[in-house]
Each structure stands twice: as C-alpha cells, then as structure tokens.
C-alpha cells in the first residue's frame, strides 16, 4: 500500500508541476534601440563588422540585472527580442551608418557583401549594472584598416545611470551606452591607421 501511495502523490505532483508550468505568463521581450549621434564626414568607404563576441555570461535569452557581488541576477520573464549579439550588431551597424553617412556600414551577417576599407572585431566583456545601479559597458575593439599590418586597439568603459528603476530603464541605458559605443568607434574610423 505504501508504494501505491508514493506512486499516487509522485503522480499528483508532477501533474501540478505541469499545470503551473502551463499557467506560466510568457517573458516580456526588450529589444535595444538605435541613438542617433552627430554625422560627421570622412570614414573609410566602407566598413565590416564582425560578428561581436560576448562574455560569455551575457549569451542567454534571460537580461542580466547585474553580476556584483559574485552572482548573476537574471531576470526570469524579462528577454531579449533576439540573440544579444546580432541584436548589437544590428544596431551599430545602424547607428555608424546614421554617424558615417560617406561610408557603407556592412555586417559580416548580412546577405551583401564586400571588400571593407576597414573592418572592427568587437569583444563586449560586461553589459549589466553595478552595485550603485550604473549600467556598465566594457568592451574592446580592434579596427583593421585596409593595407596596415595591425590593427588599431581601443578599450571602452561607459557608464550610463538609468532613469528609473526596473528592466525598461535598464534597457533604456543600455541603448544609451551602445550609442556611446558608437561614437567611440565612429571617432577610431574617423581618425584611421594613425589613431595607434
């Protein structure tokens, strides 16, 4: 009788963990939107981004809150509308295309192709908000320009302080950072092999 019992409320149990999953609301999904910055003219002609490597801890669907403190606060039912690296792509790509108006700004994922003047590696090494709820961007980035044996290496850190508390605020900063991101890159394009 007693395994018949056990059996009888595993049964049971697994039926409410389904019927609770089942009730679940579906996750809220945030995209990042383009800032627009000050055009300026020159720039290579045209320009490839590569694909951006992330830290490894941002490749998820879930947002980051934060990652202080020796943990990652993850937001359970709060996610990105699309992968966070081709939604970053998507969106420098637009936002040094609106800062380079002379240049063609081409994305290594895209269907069109060409030979690039001048090509950026992008390494985002922390996207999320720190224990004074700054979000903090990190990167860095190498900019290969057509001709020269080594790249031109930059390291950024921006801090943006959201407006409000709450994801869309976070996401809100984080479009700001990325913009600033933007025009730190428009500004090595701008300034070629010599900004070494």
């Not at 609106?98 to 985002?124: C, F, H, K, Y």
């Amino acid at each position: 009788m007693t395994g018949g019992w056990r059996h009888w409320r595993m049964s049971a149990l697994a039926l409410m963990m389904v019927l609770g999953a089942c009730s679940a609301p579906p996750p809220v999904l945030y995209s990042i939107a383009p800032v627009e910055g000050t055009p300026q003219s020159g720039g290579p002609k045209i320009i490839l981004l590569q694909q951006i490597a992330l830290a490894r801890y941002l490749e998820r669907s879930q947002i980051v809150r934060s990652s202080e403190n020796y943990q990652l606060d993850v937001m359970a039912n709060d996610w990105w509308g699309e992968p966070l690296g081709a939604m970053l792509n998507r969106v420098l790509v637009e936002e040094l295309g609106q800062r380079l108006p002379q240049s063609v700004v081409l994305s290594e994922n895209g269907a069109v192709s060409s030979p690039a003047d001048a090509t950026i590696e992008l390494n985002l090494r922390r996207l999320d908000e720190d224990a004074n709820g700054n979000l903090i961007l990190t990167a860095q980035a190498g900019v290969n320009f057509k001709g020269q044996h080594a790249p031109v290496l930059r390291s950024f850190r921006f801090a943006v302080q959201p407006k409000a508390s709450g994801v869309p605020a976070e996401v809100a900063a984080i479009s700001v950072a990325v913009g600033q991101l933007a025009d730190g890159l428009a500004s090595v394009l701008l300034a070629g092999p010599a900004s070494r």
